[in-house]
């Protein structure tokens, strides 16, 4: 079910319930934490006026598109070779704090590893913010 979900969503609108999840948690109003999670999944329990406009979210897509293409994607990963083995290794662990900082991005980590493409494409966009 999880999967599917996954499937069918954004990653912005999957972290917003999540997070929203995760405070519901540890405030303790909720008993079942995996219940909870996919109810607010489903139903989307993001505020409101939080919510992006559909605009703001076609302007969003067509950046994640272009930087998608497989020529960017070429140029990023070619940009990330040249660089240092010193610089590298400081990039990966800052790569890997930030994904610990996330406890969707961690879990992934943990259960699929590295070579994971949601991890792939996390690495890119991480390195993508260090590019530009």
Request: hydrophobic share 40%; net charge positive.
């Amino acid at each position: 079910m999880i999967q599917k979900l996954i499937a069918k969503h954004d990653l912005e609108y999957l972290l917003a319930n999540i997070k929203i999840a995760e405070d519901s948690t540890s405030k303790g109003r909720v008993k079942n934490p995996a219940a909870y999670l996919i109810k607010a999944i489903q139903n989307d329990y993001r505020h409101p006026k939080l919510v992006q406009t559909i605009d703001e979210k076609l302007i969003a897509k067509k950046s994640i598109e272009k930087f998608n293409t497989s020529e960017n994607k070429f140029k990023l990963k070619q940009q990330i070779a040249s660089l240092s083995k010193g610089t590298l290794m400081d990039c990966k662990k800052n790569f890997e704090l930030y994904l610990n900082d996330n406890p969707f991005f961690k879990k992934i980590l943990e259960t699929k590893g590295i070579e994971n493409d949601i991890i792939q494409n996390q690495w890119l966009r991480f390195m993508r913010s260090k590019f530009i």
